[in-house]
Structure formats: structure tokens, C-alpha cells
């Protein structure tokens, strides 16, 4: 094993882990016989999805790695040949224009000249200069080399417009290690989302454990593990063909799993309009993508941003696409329309997993593409995404009041929450726009979609326990659950709360930050119009609270049975909602160190 | 003489590729719908060639033509009433769709239009040849393709490989036969399907 070797393990140890896991999985169910056993599989990949999520912590507390000596190497020598390059466009200068004699080239002298009519590369920036000079360890050169000017050029027109531009070898670069370096983002924003992907897995397959999936249990878990890695490489990815990539593994994998009771027309249902909707918000993205492609002709972020210097109408066309697709995959209005069927039909372990692991990945990959590749677009995308957030939260709790399926109001209230969310990548842009810094938003972001994943997930268990347990998805199965289980109750007061945002519970410390980070961008009335509906929203959450406390239980019910596996599930997600509630300090500050790594720069 | 050349070769090709659409979409037959999809995506692979992307164009005669055309013909001859057509072409959106429609048309075709097109600025980077960085090597399109894939997007590559299996897995499920019916009445009485779901899946 080289070097590289090492290196890749070390940078991708979760992802590796995870797919290592999912096929581990699939072996094993091969060789275990058919029956209860397989519930063993369940708790066996949990564990699993827990070191993952372990590994991802550890990553996070390392901080984003150090490249490998090869990358280095690399950079160096492509910085030097782009020095050399910026002394023979000086010498050509220096020829058109006879009277200036042979100066010494420091960064400082460069930028002097910049500003003078004589400098032949318009788009070369004072920050390109002194990032290239802080690369190459130079302070000023003083020889004049002049030889193969045009070769020293091409590399550094690559080294502004990323390597990824061109083919390795046209750089004289080989190693797979610089790709990784240049394609994967590696930085503790992704670890911290690997962390909270791992963790939607552990929970989902942990109340998974007595859902009916018997049928297919191997196949089942590993392709939730499948779904949660293509998360993953969502979220670290710089390139947007490789987002893509990530996205559509995740997307294939979730198709199946919402249709998983094939037999049941609702699932199939579900599974094919996710099918259709899904591949057509895929279809808006990459088209959006192919946009930039012409436009800047590369995918990478870096690039499109280095490369953007005024609005430009293709760019921002293709930017509205993409804001399409991922305006799909977050489920906010008016691309809300799948959520709620969709979540009705699929088995109650994927709903959770839909609307939450994944709602997660759609938002951390919006706001690193939006801020690195399109900070020019500040205005135009933060007006957008304002508006989206307005709508949602309106019609999600306006429609989610209404609502008597259970999965439906959950879908419902998913929507307006995505509105909560979107107020804060908003007041990134925002931020930007007026030079402020975007921290806040950010911050604000992860920490809410982090207690956002671990109790919506626990409330969808709830809701599935208690529809296995009496056979309907109605509010009205929740009638004296006070009686039948009392723990279990309290456990879904408590998540309940916390969504709708009573203090002393995660989600109003998630909420006061996002709605913080609003005002500080001067958003008053967005942040007044999500104040008030999230009074709305405790409404429709009490409506259930109600049920289970306040209303009989029917009369031939039994007591409810949760199961092990679940108890401590719920017992995990109900002591975090709490301890987040009661005790932020640590939480924000994790959350303010991950988005540092994002938008602190 | 040249451009007389160029002009009939991309005349031929673009008659080619929106005239297919145009029947597909406005042929009552849905077969036959399916089959005009032949010079549309062959019209397609001829752009390809036309633009020295040779590699592109026999992936997509064999994808597109060699895989989904075929595919798509299969599906609509195993459907019932494949030759039918009284079906409804439009339905009661017809008139919003057609106005969302052309307002995109309009704006993707301004900005299309009014588009810098970055034909000179690349200058640079295609000054040297792929040949002359590698010597020795005779590097033609496909196999910089490959070089590429297998250096630089290795990770990529391999996450694709992640994908396929992953999406193998969920067809196989899916599309499986179940041998016991009884086995499976448990579940969707547990999934709680309402009264009016199960008569339907009854009938």
C-alpha cells in the first residue's frame, strides 16, 4: 500500500466504511436463514451506521486534512510555472513598451502594475497574484526567463481556473490524489454532515428493526446504507457533475425503498410519482449544469466562481435550474407537491430517512454551492430562496392544520420547517450582499437541520409504532396513548414541542438562531411571517398532543409493545431534543465550527 | 463550396432531430410515437460526429438507440392498447403549459443568443495538443477519455460502479416475482391501506 493509498483511506474513511458495511450486509443475508434472525441484520448494520458516525466525528475533530506531499509538490511546481508565466507576460510588456527597464517582480510591484493600462491579462485578480506567490514561496524573482512563455501560460491559466480544467497529464500530473484533492471539498462541513447522515441511518435502521420489511431485509438495509453514501458524496463534493453523481445514487436508491411493499398500490403509487418527479428535478439540474458547462466550460465550483466576474445571463439561467432541483429534493414550496403522497405511501422507515437525512444533504449542498460558486448572485438567489421560504412556511402549516394522516401532517409540517431553513441559507446571501459576515446563517443552518434529523426521525417512529400497533395511519390511533404507553407518549409530547418551538427544546434554540440570523440581515417581515406560523404550527402539533393525552383510548386496546431497539432509539433522540434545549453551548459552538469551515474565509 | 457542405450536413441533421420530435409528440399512435424517436436520437449522434466527438456519438447510438429506443418499444408492445389511438393528446392544461412553455423558450433563447460564446478565450488551453504533453503516446479522444477517468476521476468512477450495484440491487427487488401471496397479506394489512386502496388492489 503507497502513500496515496493511505491517504484516500484517511480522507474517505466514513464513505469507505459505509459502502464496506452496506456490502457486508447484503452477504450476510445471503447466509442467514429466513425468519427473525434477520432482525438481527438490522441492529448488526446499526451498530455499524454508529462507527460510522464515529469516524465522522473523528474527522471533524481533526479539522480538514493536510494534502498529501504529491499534492503539494504539485501545487508548488504549477504555482512556480505560473510565476514564470507572469515574468514573460512582464518581459512582453517591457518589449511593447521599450522605455520600462527589467524590475525586480514582487507581488507588491505586480499589483502596482495591475492597475496600470499595460497589464495583458484583464481577468487576473491582485488575490490570484498574491495566492500564487504565497504557493510558490516566492517573494520576487529577479531573472528574466523567458523560454517556452507560451507552456508557462497554459499552466497558469490552469492553475487560476483549477486544475480540474484540464486532462492531468496536459499538466504533467498523474496522481489520483490531486483529483481527490481538487474534486472533494474534505473540510469539516462535510465531516460534520457525514456525522449527521450516519446518524439518520443508525436511528432509521433502529426503528426499522420491527417495521414489516421482512421480505428483503438485507436488501433493505444496504440500500438505506447505499442512499446515505451517496449523501455523503453529495455533500463533499466540489464538482457539480460529481454532486451529481451523489445525487442520483441517492435518488436511485430511495425509488425502490419508497415502493418497498410493492403489493400495497399506495407504495407503488408513491413509488412512481417519486420516480417521475425525481427524475424530472434531476433532468432541471443537470440541465442547469450543462449551462455552466458552456458558460464557463467546467463544473467545478471553483472555477465557476473564479470565472464569474459580472452576472451573467446564461450563468444565472443555469443557477436557476439548479436551485430547481434542489428546490425538489428539499421539498419546499411551490416543489412540494410529492412530499406529502409520497411519504404516505413509503414504509414509515423511509419517510423518516426522505425527510430528513435527505432534506439534510439538499440543504448543506445548497448553501455550499450557492456561497462558493455563486457568491456574484448573491441578490438574485437570496430574493429567490426568500420567496420559497415565505411560501413554504405558510403552506405548509396552513394545509398541515387540515390534515388527518398522520404522514401527511408530518410531511406537512416537513415543508414548513424546510421554510425555517431556507430563511437562514437566505440570510447567508443576504450577508454577503451588504459585507457582513455570513456566519450566522450557516451556523444557524447546520445546528437546526442537525436537531431537525434526530427528532423528526423519532417522530415518524412514533407514528409507525402506533400505526403497526392498531393498523391505521389516522390521528385518531394516537386516542389514550397516555394509557397504553406512557412513555412512549411523553417521548412524542416532547418531540412534538420541539418542533414547534417551545423553549427549554431543541427547536426553538434551532429556530431562535435562524430567526436571529434573519433579523441581523434586516428580513423583518420574513422573519415575522415565520414567527407567526410557527405559533400555527404548535396548533396543529398540539391537535395530536391532544389525542394522546386528553382523548380515551379505545376500549379493546391493549398496551403497546415498542421493542428494544426502538426504546433506546427514542430514548437517544428524546435525551438530545432535550439537552439541546436546555444545554445549547456546545451544540452552537460545533455548529459554528462547522459552518466556519464553509463560508469563514 | 465548404460552407454550402456545412450548411446541408447541419440542415439534414437539425431537420432530422426536431422533425422526429415533432411527430413524436403530435403522432396519435403511441408506437408510432416511440419509433419516430429513431431519427431524433440518430439526428443527435450526427451532431456528434459533426463536431469531432466520435466517442460521444457511438455512446449514443448505442444508449440511446441500441438500449432505451429499444427498450421504449418493448414497453409500449407489452402495454394493453399500444395501437390504440383515441387517447387524448391534451389535457385541461394545455393552454398554461403552452404559455410557461414559451415564456422558457423566450428566455433561454435571448440568453442563448445574447451569449458571449467563449470560442476565443480558450485559445490557450488548446494550444498544445494532448500528443505533444505525452510523448511517445498517440493519444486519440477515447483513449484521453479513458486516461482521464482513470487518473484524474478515478473516485468518481468508482462511486458510478457504487451506483449501478445500487440500482441493480432495487430493480431486482422490485421487478421479482413473489412465490407466496399469503406471505405478503400480513404486510399490507400492517401498512394499513385504506378501505378503498384494498378494493382496488382486489379488482
Known amino acids: 500500500m503507497n502513500i496515496d493509498n493511505v491517504y484516500i483511506l ?6 469507505i466504511a459505509l459502502v464496506a458495511l452496506a456490502l457486508l450486509v447484503l452477504l450476510v443475508d445471503l447466509l442467514l ?72 517582480l514582487t507581488p507588491d510591484f505586480l499589483v502596482g502594475m495591475m492597475q496600470d493600462k499595460m497589464w495583458p491579462l484583464k481577468s487576473v485578480t491582485e488575490t490570484d497574484i498574491r495566492a500564487l506567490y504565497k504557493a510558490a514561496n516566492l517573494t520576487g524573482m529577479d531573472s528574466l526567463n523567458t523560454t517556452d512563455a507560451r507552456a508557462a501560460l497554459i499552466a497558469y491559466t490552469a492553475l487560476r481556473r ?132 458552456v458558460t464557463f466550460g467546467s463544473t467545478h465550483l471553483n472555477t465557476i466562481a473564479a470565472d464569474m466576474h459580472a452576472a451573467n445571463p446564461m450563468a444565472l439561467a443555469g443557477l436557476l435550474l439548479i436551485i430547481i432541483g434542489f428546490g425538489f429534493k428539499v421539498a419546499g414550496a411551490p416543489l412540494h407537491l410529492w412530499a406529502p403522497d409520497v411519504y404516505q405511501g413509503a414504509p414509515y422507515a423511509v419517510a423518516a430517512f426522505l425527510s430528513t437525512a435527505s432534506k439534510a444533504a439538499g440543504f448543506a449542498v445548497l448553501l455550499r454551492v450557492l456561497t462558493i460558486g455563486f457568491p456574484h448572485f448573491s ?87 402506533v400505526a403497526q400497533d392498531t393498523g391505521s395511519e389516522e390521528m385518531s390511533a394516537f ?71 386528553i382523548l380515551p383510548a379505545k376500549a379493546d386496546a391493549k398496551a403497546l409493545r415498542i421493542g428494544l431497539p426502538a426504546g433506546i432509539g427514542l430514548l437517544l433522540v428524546v435525551l438530545l431534543t432535550v439537552a439541546i434545549g436546555a444545554y445549547p453551548r456546545p451544540f452552537v459552538e460545533a455548529a459554528q465550527v462547522t459552518a466556519q469551515a464553509l463560508l469563514g474565509r | 463550396m465548404h460552407t454550402i457542405l456545412h450548411a446541408t450536413v447541419f440542415g439534414v441533421l437539425a431537420l432530422a432531430t426536431l422533425g422526429g420530435a415533432v411527430k413524436v409528440i403530435s403522432t396519435r399512435s403511441i408506437i408510432h410515437a416511440a419509433f419516430w424517436l429513431f431519427p431524433v436520437f440518430a439526428g443527435i449522434a450526427g451532431f456528434y460526429l459533426y463536431l469531432d466527438a466520435q466517442f460521444l ?93 482513470l487518473s484524474q476521476y478515478l473516485l468518481p468512477f468508482e462511486i458510478a460502479s457504487v451506483l449501478l450495484l445500487a440500482a441493480m440491487v432495487g430493480a431486482i427487488v422490485l421487478a421479482r416475482k413473489e412465490r407466496t401471496p399469503a406471505a405478503t397479506a400480513g404486510v399490507a394489512a400492517v401498512e394499513a391501506a385504506p378501505a378503498d386502496v384494498r378494493e382496488l388492489s382486489n379488482v
Open chain 1, 33 to 104: 436463514p429466513k425468519g427473525n434472525k434477520r432482525q438481527v441484520l438490522a441492529v448488526f448494520a446499526a451498530l455499524g451506521c454508529l462507527g460510522v458516525a464515529g469516524l465522522g466525528a473523528w474527522q471533524w475533530t481533526n479539522g480538514a486534512p493536510t494534502p498529501p506531499a504529491a499534492v503539494q509538490a504539485s501545487v508548488h511546481v504549477l504555482a512556480q510555472r505560473g510565476a514564470v508565466a507572469l515574468e514573460a507576460m512582464l518581459f512582453h510588456t517591457s518589449v511593447t513598451q521599450p522605455t520600462s527597464t527589467a524590475p525586480v
Open chain 1, 162 to 293: 483549477d486544475i480540474v480544467r484540464l486532462p492531468a497529464q496536459k499538466l504533467g500530473l498523474a496522481h489520483a490524489d490531486e483529483a481527490v484533492w481538487w474534486l472533494f471539498a474534505n473540510d469539516q462541513f462535510s465531516a460534520a454532515f457525514k456525522v449527521i447522515f450516519a446518524l439518520a441511518a443508525f436511528l432509521v435502521l433502529l426503528f426499522s428493526v420491527r417495521f414489516p420489511v421482512e421480505r428483503y431485509r438485507g436488501e433493505f438495509i444496504s440500500l438505506l446504507l447505499f442512499a446515505a453514501f451517496g449523501l455523503m458524496v453529495m455533500v463533499n463534493s466540489l464538482d457539480l457533475v460529481v454532486l451529481f453523481l451523489g445525487l442520483e445514487l441517492t435518488a436511485l436508491c430511495v425509488y425502490p425503498l419508497v415502493a418497498w411493499h410493492k403489493d400495497n398500490p399506495r407504495s407503488a403509487e408513491a413509488g412512481t410519482k417519486y420516480l417521475l418527479l425525481g427524475s424530472l428535478a434531476s433532468a432541471c439540474y443537470i440541465y442547469g449544469v450543462s449551462l455552466l458547462f
Open chain 1, 379 to 465: 441578490e438574485q438567489w437570496a430574493t429567490l430562496l426568500g420567496v420559497i421560504a415565505a411560501l413554504s412556511v405558510v403552506v405548509g402549516n396552513t394545509i398541515a392544520v387540515h390534515q388527518n394522516n398522520v404522514k401527511r401532517l408530518l410531511a406537512y409540517s416537513g415543508i414548513a420547517q424546510a421554510g425555517y431553513l431556507l430563511i437562514a441559507v437566505m440570510a447567508t446571501g443576504a450577508a454577503h450582499l451588504a459585507g457582513h459576515d455570513p456566519i450566522d446563517g450557516g451556523k444557524a443552518l447546520v445546528l437546526y437541520l442537525f436537531l431537525y434529523t434526530v427528532g423528526n426521525i423519532g417522530a415518524f417512529a412514533v407514528a409507525g409504532i
Open chain 2, 57 to 149: 456519438a457511438a455512446m449514443q447510438v448505442l444508449i440511446y438507440i441500441g438500449a432505451i429506443l429499444v427498450l421504449i418499444v418493448f414497453a409500449v408492445t407489452l402495454t394493453r392498447n399500444a395501437t390504440s389511438t383515441d387517447e387524448a393528446q391534451t389535457n385541461g392544461l394545455f393552454i398554461p403549459v403552452l404559455l410557461a412553455a414559451l415564456v422558457l423558450v423566450y428566455a433561454l433563447g435571448t440568453t442563448v443568443f445574447n451569449h458571449l460564446w467563449p470560442i476565443e478565450s480558450n485559445v490557450w488551453l488548446d494550444a498544445v495538443p494532448l500528443s505533444a504533453a505525452v510523448p511517445g503516446v498517440m493519444v486519440t479522444d477515447v483513449s484521453a477519455l479513458g486516461l482521464v477517468l
Open chain 1, 479 to 549: 386516542a389514550g396513548l397516555r394509557t397504553r404507553a406512557p412513555l412512549l407518549a411523553f417521548g412524542m409530547l416532547i418531540l412534538l414541542l420541539s418542533l414547534g418551538g417551545i423553549p427549554l427544546l431543541a427547536g426553538f434554540v434551532g429556530k431562535w438562531f435562524i430567526f436571529l440570523s434573519g433579523v441581523q440581515e434586516g428580513q423583518y417581515l420574513l422573519v415575522l411571517l415565520g414567527a407567526s406560523m410557527s405559533v400555527v404550527s404548535i396548533y396543529y402539533y398540539l391537535l395530536l398532543a391532544k389525542q394522546m393525552y
Open chain 1, 10 to 15: 484517511h480522507t474517505f474513511a466514513p464513505e
